[in-house]
């Protein structure tokens, strides 16, 4: 199952969370600060309350949009529907090492995003399913806002791919 425009890392970026029987990945697709920052950082000043207003409401908005299975891997041919989930496995993971070996751009790290990630079961500690998806992995906390509207189907989806929570 995909989760599409699901943010990481405090919001600083959004990408395609798909889980497939022991193994979550994470494909970041868009640099939030970067957009924040191109934007103005928000909305104008001139707004007033109704720029508070939409800067109250823009979260619960995101949501309403957010969907399931129409990741951006489809336009490259990467998301298949009707896939077995090892067949979207290998292609995934063959994708992933090639991304990997491309040489990083020389571009200031603010300006990046992050390459594509994927996370064993065997990695995996900690795993949580309060406020999001969260869990210990790599040495890192992985924390991953999915939105209350599609919590019990993240639920559902780790519990298919073997995930305890």
Known sequence: M???N?????DQYRGDLIITHGVIYYFPHTNMALQKKETGYGRPTGLGLIGVLLDLISPFLRE???????????????????????SLQARLDVHIA?????????????????????????????????GGLRFD????????SI????????RDALSEGGFRH
Do not use: C
Not at 6 to 10: A, C, E, L, T
Not at 67 to 84: A, E, H, I, K
Not at 105 to 116: F, H, I, S
């Open 2 to 4: 995909s989760f599409d």
């Open 6 to 10: 699901v943010s990481y890392f405090g």
């Open 64 to 86: 309403l949009v957010a969907t399931t299975n129409q990741p951006d891997l489809r336009d490259v041919g990467l998301w298949r529907n009707g896939d077995s989930s090892q």
């Open 98 to 130: 090639e991304v990997k070996k491309q040489p990083t751009d020389v571009l200031q790290y603010e300006y990046r995003v992050p390459k594509p990630m994927r996370f064993a079961l065997a990695e995996i500690k900690n795993l949580s399913t309060r």
């Open 137 to 144: 992995a790599a040495y890192d906390t992985h924390d991953f």
């Open 147 to 154: 939105g209350f509207r599609r919590k019990r189907l993240l």
